[in-house]
């Protein structure tokens, strides 16, 4: 069987409508012979006269008569569909968002984004989860909703991306640190015992290779998955720590950041999440939240 036309449905809604070819084509802004010609198909597919003249007018057949309020929900409930998005009612949505952070992220900016989501909108809860990995798969499978992040050879081609902030790696040791009483050189700082940031099987870092330039080596005393525990161990310890600057700004208490006397580059954090979420309202409100607080001074 052919795929029935389905604007024809407009049609017969128009005409079931007006009763008149005339008054048909002048809503639809089509030509009189247009709807005459839909009109004709329109009567082959249901097999049915549909409208019949009566004097000067048309009128409908019972077939049509029981049509009518059919033919009229249907029309009206297909243009629903493809309306665009009603204007979004923040006090009254209810809706939970899962967000996918490296550490210290929630630490540093989730205190205010939970403020602004519970005044703008007191029905949303958030959801954050641990970010792994740069692996895209989460927000392809819908299983995250935003993710925050360093753009890597493992994010999805399709994933939409918006910077957030630059950030940089700082080197950090406790307050009062022998390191701290006198200008901290490359020599100075590869003669100390070191805290490695790494989640996987990784021995080496940026800062080896930017040292190694200059004939250096450091000693890692301990490995951790994460910046939270460097920042504890440092506090606690005479080893050195290399971390990111804005993502530990929140629980630096108890340590001295300084400047790495090495040059590593700056590096650019963003905001990501799948094309199928681009005009949700929603999603597009959060996005907007997310992005004007990290990017305050």
Known sequence: MSRP????????DVLLAEGSVAKAARRLRLSPSAISRALARLREVT???????????????????????RVGQIVQEAEALLRPAETLDLKTLARTFTLRNREG?????GPA????????????????????????????DGIVDLETGVIGEETGPEVRAQALFRDRFIGIVRDGHPLLDEPITPERYAAGGHILVSRGRRERGPVDE?????????????????????????????????????????????????????????????????PRMDADPAHRWLRTCLREICQRP
């Open 5 to 12: 036309d389905l604007n024809l449905l407009v049609t017969l």
């Open 47 to 69: 097999g049915d006269p549909l409208l019949v003249r009566a004097g000067r007018g048309l009128v409908p057949t019972p077939q049509a008569i029981e049509l009518r309020q």
């Open 105 to 109: 992220f929630v630490d540093t900016y």
């Open 113 to 140: 984004l939970l403020a602004r989501v519970a005044r703008e909108a007191p029905g949303v809860k958030l959801r954050f989860v641990p970010k792994p990995n740069k692996e895209s798969t989460p927000l392809r």
């Open 210 to 274: 930017a040292l190694a330039l200059k004939g250096l080596t450091r000693t890692i005393a301990v490995t951790v998955p994460s910046f939270t525990e460097a920042v504890t161990l440092a506090r606690n310890s005479d080893l050195i720590a290399q971390v990111s600057d804005r993502s530990t700004l929140s629980f630096r208490d108890g340590v001295t950041a300084f400047a790495l006397p090495v040059d590593l580059p700056d590096f650019t954090v963003s905001l990501l999440w799948h």
